[in-house]
Structures are given as C-alpha cells and as structure tokens.
T-cell receptor
Framework: DAGVIQSPRHEVTEMGQEVTLRCKPI?????LFWYRQTMMRGLELLIY????????DSGMPEDRFSAKMPNASFSTLKIQPSEPRDSAVYFC?????????????FGPGTRLTVT | TQLLEQSPQFLSIQEGENLTVYCNSS?????LQWYRQEPGEGPVLLVT?????EVKKLKRLTFQFGDARKDSSLHITAAQPGDTGLYLC???????????FGTGTRLKVLA
C-alpha cells in the first residue's frame, strides 16, 4: 500500500496568495484528518471527515481556511489569503475505525512557508 | 480543556542507556496512543492503550497506562540511535473522536 500521499511536499508563497494542499488517503479508510504542526503549538487538529462528510471543523483557525473532501480518495485544504503566521507543516492522516479508537496513518506532510 | 503534558521536553542519552518519558493529564482519557515522529516525516503510531493499568511491550519499548487513565509512560531499554525522534502521546477529547496531542519529548540517542 502506498500510504497517505500529500502534495506538494514543500510550498513557498507570498502573503495574500491562495494555497491549496492535497491529500490522498489510504483506500478503505473511513476517516480523514488535517493537522497543523508548529514548534510553538505542537500538533493541532484542524478538521476531520467521516465518509467524506466534515464532522468537526472547530480547529480551523479562521475563515481563511477551508477543507473539502469531494470523494473517498481526495481531500484539499485551502488557505485564502495566506499570511506569514500560516507557515507550518500540514499533515493529512487517514484512519479506519477500530471500535472505540482510531489508528491514524499520517502522510509525510506539506511544509508551507508564507513570506 | 484537556491537555497532555509530556516530560522531559528534551532528552539526550548514550546508546545502551535506559529511559522513561511521561505523558500526564488532569483529565481521564478513554485511551492513549504513542507516536514516534522522525525529521521530515509524519508521526507513526506505536501503540494504543485502553485499559487502566495496561502494559504493552513492543520489542525494547514498554508502554503503561495509569490506573486512573490520566497518565502514561514509555520506557525504552538499551536505547539505540534508531530510537531518535519526537515521541508524542495522544488521546481523544472527552466524548469526541478529536485527538489531542501532547507537547512531545524530543529524544536523541548518541552512538
């Protein structure tokens, strides 16, 4: 299995530009999660989906952030307009549901730098 | 707000030494997980503990869930350079499936 695939691996953009991060989860996984990791705040959950439906987006920092999952094999996280404080590593993870717990499989991340 | 505090924050040891890292909360968790993250990669799940007092072993790694399900520990025996990485504990926020991650312990094992 290829694992969770994220693209691009690195993104450098100027403040005010739109940024789109992409994720392909592991086939058969019901849940998809978007996280952001920074040195200051650690790993934070932004939003998660179950069967392509957004369940909880309370972690999305503000309206500039949006996420979609049009089908079971693709999700996007969009930032418009981007700001320097959005610089971070963004991870996508997918998980099957194992009764009462998840087993999250993380992608390699997208390192975003906003100048 | 449920928090997971990990200690120590940084740890640098020689190959062959033993070590223990801790994950503590003032809240009860239904389960806790441990992940290891290497530079430039995403976290990798090591173990899930679900029962108070549970002990799980993964080769040289021993994981324990506290009796009250508020804390967990990870003990590594005879550490190797390949154990180097960021160790994260995580658990679901009460009544949800939203996972909270701990502050992390950054381990470096010197050859």
């Amino acid at each position: 299995d290829a694992g969770v695939i994220q693209s691009p691996r690195h993104e450098v953009t100027e403040m005010g530009q739109e940024v789109t991060l992409r994720c392909k989860p592991i086939s058969g996984h019901d849940y998809l999660f978007w996280y952001r990791q920074t040195m200051m705040r650690g790993l934070e959950l932004l939003i998660y989906f179950n069967n392509n439906v957004p369940i909880d987006d309370s972690g999305m920092p503000e309206d500039r952030f949006s996420a979609k999952m049009p089908n079971a094999s693709f999700s996007t996280l969009k930032i418009q307009p981007s700001e320097p404080r959005d610089s971070a590593v963004y991870f996508c993870a997918s998980s099957p549901f194992r009764g009462s717990t998840y087993e999250q499989y993380f992608g390699p991340g997208t390192r975003l730098t906003v100048t | 707000t449920q928090l997971l505090e990990q200690s120590p924050q940084f740890l640098s040891i020689q190959e062959g030494e033993n070590l223990t890292v801790y994950c503590n909360s003032s809240s009860v968790f239904s389960s806790l997980q441990w992940y290891r993250q290497e530079p430039g990669e995403g976290p990798v799940l090591l173990v899930t503990v679900v029962t108070g007092g549970e002990v799980k072993k993964l080769k040289r790694l021993t994981f324990q869930f506290g009796d009250a399900r508020k804390d967990s520990s990870l003990h590594i025996t005879a550490a190797q350079p390949g154990d180097t990485g960021l160790y994260l504990c995580a658990g679901p926020a009460a009544g949800t499936y939203k996972y909270i991650f701990g502050t992390g312990t950054r381990l470096k094992v010197l050859a």
